[in-house]
């Protein structure tokens, strides 16, 4: 069974820095496309970033772009979203997700998507204040 465990999740200052971690078990995630999603308060879930399996594609949301990045440490079977220059409009909850399917023009088509992801974790709260 896989399991995907978000943490590093709080409080920051608009401008500030947090680094989450998402830690895979179950399954090695060096065969997995990754992306991190969040949802704010009344709005859908919306995607922020993706990473394809091989490392090779890397996908952000025009909203995050220059400020997050998502990078993956296989032997830790851990992926991470750094988030640098934080805003209000930042805060929601951030889950991780995976995609099974090691195939990467599939995944480059439909990162975006929910419905592309098999695994899902529970979510960490971020709060940006103003």
């Known amino acids: 069974q896989v399991e995907l465990v978000e943490s590093g999740g709080g409080l920051v200052q608009a401008g500030g820095s947090l680094n989450l971690s998402c830690a895979v078990s179950g399954r090695t995630i060096s065969t997995y496309a990754m992306a991190w999603f969040r949802q704010a308060p009344g709005k859908d879930r919306e995607f922020v970033v993706g990473l394809s399996w091989s490392g090779g594609l890397t996908y952000d949301a025009d909203s995050v772009k220059g400020r997050f990045a998502i990078t993956r440490d296989n032997a830790k079977n851990t992926v991470y979203l750094q988030m640098n220059n934080v805003k209000a409009e930042d805060t929601a909850v951030y889950f991780c997700?995976?995609?099974?399917?090691?195939?990467?023009?599939?995944?480059?088509?439909?990162?975006?998507?929910?419905?592309?992801?098999?695994?899902w974790g529970q979510g960490t709260q971020v709060t940006v204040s103003s």
């Open positions: 997700a995976a995609d099974r399917q090691m195939n990467e023009v599939a995944w480059s088509n439909t990162y975006s998507s929910e419905s592309t992801y098999d695994y």
